[in-house]
């Protein structure tokens, strides 16, 4: 059940506007913090702001030739990273989100080296929710981002 991850920062431009296409979509830019219509020039741009960036990583994930989601991790420190995914709104393959959990927390653990793993969920997301709880993300605060409510939830290496 091996993920192939590829780093944004290597995509063709093909690969960047399936990715595109997918952030842009409706399932999607729903759960995401900042909601707008993602213009190309803006994603590109993003892109290639992250191959100067430590502190992000962003990768297209792919399982038996699928192009299955996106993955990455924010304000990786050496003691904790926030992690982010989501998964290909064409695929209709139950599993896909466990799968991508599943590669998050190894290279959030094993890569990356950290001690906590972050998730934040808006509260009526309870899909999501219900996958950090299913890999053992607890529950720790409760914030308030664009008006919504969000979730703060933490899994530690220990507790993995």
């Known amino acids: ?10 995509l063709s431009d093909a690969q960047k506007r399936m990715i595109l296409a997918w952030r842009n979509h409706e ?3 729903t759960y995401m913090y900042n909601a707008h219509t993602i ?3 803006e994603h590109f741009g993003f892109i290639e702001s992250l191959k100067t960036r430590d502190d992000k990583r962003y990768f297209l994930a792919q399982h038996e030739g699928l192009n299955i989601g996106v993955i990455d991790f924010n304000a990786i420190s050496t003691h904790s990273a926030t992690l982010g995914l989501y998964t290909n709104p064409m695929l209709h393959q139950k599993g896909m989100g466990s799968l991508l959990m599943q590669t998050i927390i190894e290279y959030a653990f094993e890569t990356l080296k950290v001690k906590t793993l972050i998730a934040e969920v808006f509260d009526g997301n309870q899909r999501a929710k219900a996958l950090y709880e299913k890999f053992g993300f607890c529950e720790k605060a409760h914030i308030y981002v664009n008006e919504k409510e969000v979730i703060c939830m933490e899994l530690t290496h220990e507790n993995r």
Do not use: D, P, Q, Y
Not at 1 to 10: A, C, P, Q
């Open 39 to 41: 213009s190309e020039a």
């Open 27 to 29: 399932n999607i830019k």
């Open 1 to 10: 059940m091996r993920v192939h991850l590829t780093n944004f920062t290597t």
